[in-house]
C-alpha cells in the first residue's frame, strides 16, 4: 500500500501583535497566518514508530526528541514516518508546529483521533492543523478560520540563520500593543497591502537587534520592488508580497544570488475538506 502523504505548509504570520503576557511568560498573540503552497512533506506508512528525515534541511534536525516522533505520540499512534525537510529550522515558518500538525492530519486519515490540546506540542500547532487563513489569538490556541485570500505571489526568504522563538520573545521590549484592526473581506493584493500597512510584527525589532542580517533581507526584498515585505513569526525568514508570479520568479532568482535561501510561491488556498 503506497503511503499517506501530508504537506506541511510554510507558515506565515502576514502580521502579529503581542497585546499581553500569561503569568507563565507564554505570550498573547492576534496574527493574521496563512499558508504558502510549498512546505514539508511528511509520508505515513502503518508500522511501529519510526522517524527517517531527508531533503535538503535534514542536516542537525533531531531524530530522536523530533516533533513528528512527539505528534504521534500525543496522539497514541504508532507510525512509519519519512519527513521530507524542505524549509529551514528555526525560521518562523512553522517548522517543527507544521510537521506536527502533519503528523496528526495524517494519523486522522489513518483512524488515530486528534488529540485534544495539540498545543502542546507547539503554539502554532492548532493553526497547523487546519493550514487555511486564519487570524490566531490566544498564545495560538484561539484559531478563528478567515475567507480563503487570492493566490497572491509570494517570496520567501532565509539568511541561513536558525533564530530560536524563545530568545526572540525574551528580547521583545514592548508586550502590550493593541490587537489587529478588524479584518475586512481581502478580495486581492491592494486590500491585504492596505490593511497591512495599519499592521505590525511586533517580533521584528527584537529579531532585528539580534540578527541585524534581517534588516538587509528585508532591503533587498523591497529591492526587487516587492509591494510588501515583513518579517515572519520570531524569524528570521521574510517574505515579499508581489503582483505576479514573474515577478516573484524574478526576485527569487535575485535575492538568491546573496547566498539566501529563496522561493517564489504563493498564498495557498484552504484545503479541501476530507
Ligand atoms: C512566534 C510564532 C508565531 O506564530 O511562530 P514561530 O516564529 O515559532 O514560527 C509562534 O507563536 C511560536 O510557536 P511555536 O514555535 O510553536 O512555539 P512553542 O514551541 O510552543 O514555544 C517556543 C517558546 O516561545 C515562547 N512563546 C511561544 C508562543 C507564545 N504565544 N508565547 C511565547 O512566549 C515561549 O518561550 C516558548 O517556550
Ligand atoms: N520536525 C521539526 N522541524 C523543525 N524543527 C524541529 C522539528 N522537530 C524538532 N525541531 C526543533 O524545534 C526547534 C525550532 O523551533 P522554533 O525556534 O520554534 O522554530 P520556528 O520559528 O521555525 O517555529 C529547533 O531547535 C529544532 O531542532
Redesign the pocket.
Known amino acids: 500500500m503506497p503511503p499517506l502523504v501530508e504537506l506541511a505548509r510554510a507558515k506565515l504570520n502576514l502580521a502579529l501583535h503581542v497585546t499581553g503576557r500569561r503569568p507563565d511568560g507564554y505570550h498573547l498573540l492576534d496574527s493574521l497566518v496563512v499558508f504558502a503552497s510549498i512546505g514539508d512533506v511528511i509520508a505515513l506508512s502503518p508500522g511501529p514508530l519510526s522517524l527517517r528525515i531527508d531533503g535538503p534541511f535534514a542536516a542537525g ?2 531524530t530522536d ?4 516522533l512527539r505528534a504521534a505520540r500525543l496522539a497514541g499512534a504508532g507510525a512509519d514516518l519519512v ?1 521530507t ?1 524542505n524549509l529551514p ?9 507544521a ?1 506536527a500538525a502533519a503528523v496528526l492530519r495524517g494519523l486522522a486519515r489513518m483512524g488515530h483521533a486528534v488529540p485534544e490540546n495539540p498545543e502542546r506540542l ?1 503554539a ?1 500547532v492548532p493553526v497547523c492543523l487546519g493550514s487555511g487563513p486564519a487570524r490566531m489569538q490566544g498564545v495560538g490556541e484561539i484559531v478563528t478560520p478567515l475567507p480563503a485570500l487570492p493566490a497572491i505571489a509570494v517570496v520567501l526568504v532565509n539568511p541561513g540563520i536558525a ?3 524563545p530568545r526572540v520573545f525574551a528580547a521583545t521590549e514592548r508586550r502590550d500593543h493593541p490587537g489587529l484592526p478588524d479584518i475586512p473581506r481581502l478580495a486581492g493584493l491592494g486590500d491585504l497591502i492596505g490593511w497591512l500597512a495599519e499592521t505590525r510584527n511586533d517580533l521584528e525589532p527584537a529579531a532585528l537587534s539580534i540578527a541585524p542580517v534581517i534588516g538587509r533581507v528585508l532591503d533587498g526584498l523591497r529591492a526587487t520592488n516587492a509591494a510588501f515585505a515583513r518579517m515572519s ?2 524569524g528570521a525568514t521574510c517574505f515579499g508580497l508581489y503582483e505576479t508570479p514573474e515577478q516573484a520568479r524574478i526576485a527569487a532568482a535575485a535575492l538568491k544570488q546573496h547566498g539566501w535561501w529563496a522561493v517564489a510561491t504563493e498564498l495557498a488556498p484552504p484545503p479541501a475538506p476530507r
Do not use: E
Request: overall charge negative; charged content about 15%; glycine content about 24%.
Open positions: 534536525l533531531p526528541d523530533n516533533l513528528c519527513l525537510k529550522v528555526a525560521s518562523g515558518i512553522g517548522g517543527g508546529s510537521d507547539g502554532d533564530l530560536s522563538t513569526g520570531s
